[in-house]
C-alpha cells in the first residue's frame, strides 16, 4: 500500500512540477497581454505628404500637415538660411522630412507613408 501512495505521490509531483513549469514558461506571454497596445500617432499622412510642392513656404506645409514638425537640423551661411523640418509617425517608423531653403521647400522625403 505505501508503494501504491508513493507511486501516486510521484506521479503527483511530477504532474505538478510540469504544470508550474508550464506556467513560468507562459508568464511573460501573459504579462504582455495585460499591456495595452500602443496607439498609432498618425501626424501626417501621404496624401498630406503629396500635397506639399515644392516652393511652399514654412507656415503653408504646416498647415497642410496640421502640425508644426520638428526641427531635425538648420544652418546659414551670408544670404542663405535652412532648416531640415521632420514629421514623424509613432510608434511607426514612417515619416516625412522636408528642406527649406530661405524659408521655402526645396527638398521632400518620404519613408512608409499611407
Request: aromatic share 10%; net charge positive; hydrophobic share 40%.
Given at each position: 500500500?505505501?508503494?501504491?501512495?508513493?507511486?501516486?505521490?510521484?506521479?503527483?509531483?511530477?504532474?505538478?512540477?510540469?504544470?508550474?513549469?508550464?506556467?513560468f514558461m507562459s508568464l511573460p506571454q501573459w504579462?504582455?497581454?495585460?499591456?495595452?497596445?500602443?496607439?498609432?500617432?498618425?501626424?501626417?499622412?501621404?496624401?498630406?505628404?503629396?500635397?506639399?510642392?515644392?516652393?511652399?513656404?514654412?507656415?503653408?506645409?504646416?498647415?497642410?500637415?496640421?502640425?508644426?514638425?520638428?526641427?531635425?537640423?538648420?544652418?546659414?551661411?551670408?544670404?542663405?538660411?535652412?532648416?531640415?523640418?521632420?514629421?514623424?509617425?509613432?510608434?511607426?517608423?514612417?515619416?516625412?522630412?522636408?528642406?527649406?531653403?530661405?524659408?521655402?521647400?526645396?527638398?521632400?522625403?518620404?519613408?512608409?507613408?499611407?
Amino acid at each position: 500500500m505505501n508503494r501504491k501512495i508513493s507511486a501516486r505521490f510521484a506521479l503527483g509531483l511530477i504532474a505538478g512540477l510540469c504544470f508550474l513549469v508550464w506556467g513560468f514558461m507562459s508568464l511573460p506571454q501573459w504579462i504582455a497581454s495585460l499591456r495595452p497596445e500602443p496607439k498609432v500617432k498618425i501626424i501626417i499622412s501621404l496624401e498630406q505628404y503629396k500635397k506639399i510642392k515644392e516652393g511652399m513656404t514654412i507656415s503653408e506645409v504646416q498647415a497642410v500637415v496640421g502640425s508644426p514638425g520638428e526641427i531635425m537640423g538648420a544652418g546659414s551661411n551670408s544670404n542663405t538660411q535652412w532648416v531640415r523640418y521632420s514629421w514623424k509617425n509613432r510608434p511607426l517608423v514612417t515619416y516625412a522630412s522636408i528642406n527649406f531653403i530661405n524659408g521655402r521647400v526645396t527638398q521632400r522625403e518620404q519613408q512608409g507613408l499611407e
